[in-house]
């Protein structure tokens, strides 16, 4: 895959809170060959442990191996040579040598996003404390604009500019060149569409959200946002010209925020 499935990869498996994304061999082997390198230089990912098991070739479903060393050493002089990998089925006791290849490991924390983050946007340090679920990140001065932005990982990954999130997903591009950026004007245009200048955007997200739930009360056969974000955009008063995409975006950070 290439550099931008990679990091949707990740920060997909980032989100519902995960303190540590582990990818193993077999799963970088799936990359273009220039990913890898990209990724540690930038620090988006680190080198792990040794993987503990893998994967029985047993053919028994679920099987795993067990996976123990074994120091070499010349039979002389008694210094060390190598270390020799062997893989125990935990079916039938079967041992198999492994190289040690396929137990390298790279890794991922939402803490070296947060770093990779604040590096790059030149963010200011952040004046609120974190919150379940919300890791405050700074304050970004853009085009004269101060936005605080924090990560969400409640549920999916996003990026939360003045509390209306941006799925991380949809942050992240690839120049040409192959470099790592952050859309920051995906940031602006989040800020114009969900925030006015004052906390009456506060209050407005608040009845939104509020009008969410008393539509699904009203109508329980509205199961999704799909259904009930149609029967909001009719009431103008509340929604003004905002569309769907916005909407949805607005739900999204109340859902976080009321966790």
């Not at 582990?22 to 990913?35: A, P, R």
């Not at 002389?76 to 079916?91: A, R």
């Not at 056969?221 to 008063?237: A, F, G, R, S, Y």
Request: charge should be neutral; include cysteine; hydrophobic fraction near 40%.
């Amino acid at each position: 895959m290439p550099l931008k499935t990679a990091l949707l990869f990740l920060f997909e498996k980032l989100g519902h809170r995960e303190r540590c994304v582990i990818v193993s061999f077999k799963q970088m082997l799936t990359w273009e060959n220039y990913v890898l390198p990209i990724l540690l230089k930038e620090r988006l990912i680190i080198e792990a442990e040794l993987a503990q098991t893998l994967p029985c070739h047993c053919g028994e479903k679920g099987c795993v191996m067990n996976i123990i060393s074994s120091n070499v050493s010349d039979e002389f002089t008694g210094k060390p040579l190598d270390v020799w990998y062997f893989g125990i089925c935990n079916k039938n006791g079967a041992v198999e040598k492994i190289e040690n290849c396929w137990l390298k490991q790279w890794q991922i924390t939402p803490q070296m996003l947060i770093d990779w983050l604040m590096n790059y946007l030149r963010l200011e340090s952040p004046k609120e404390a974190n919150r379940v679920g919300v890791v405050q990140l700074g304050t970004l001065t853009l085009n004269s604009e101060n936005y605080v932005l924090a990560l969400g990982t409640a549920d999916e990954l996003v990026l939360l500019v003045n509390g209306s999130a941006i799925l991380m997903t949809e942050l992240f591009s690839v120049s040409e060149g192959g470099a790592i950026e952050v859309n920051t004007g995906m940031i602006g245009n989040a800020h114009n569409a969900l925030i006015p200048k004052s906390s009456d955007k506060a209050k407005r997200n608040a009845q939104m959200f509020k009008k969410y739930h008393e539509i699904k009360t009203q109508f329980p056969n509205l199961k999704t946002d799909n259904d009930v974000i149609p029967q909001m955009m009719k009431d103008k008063e509340l929604v003004g010209d905002l569309d769907s995409k916005t909407i949805r975006r607005i739900l999204s950070s109340q859902k976080k925020l009321s966790k």
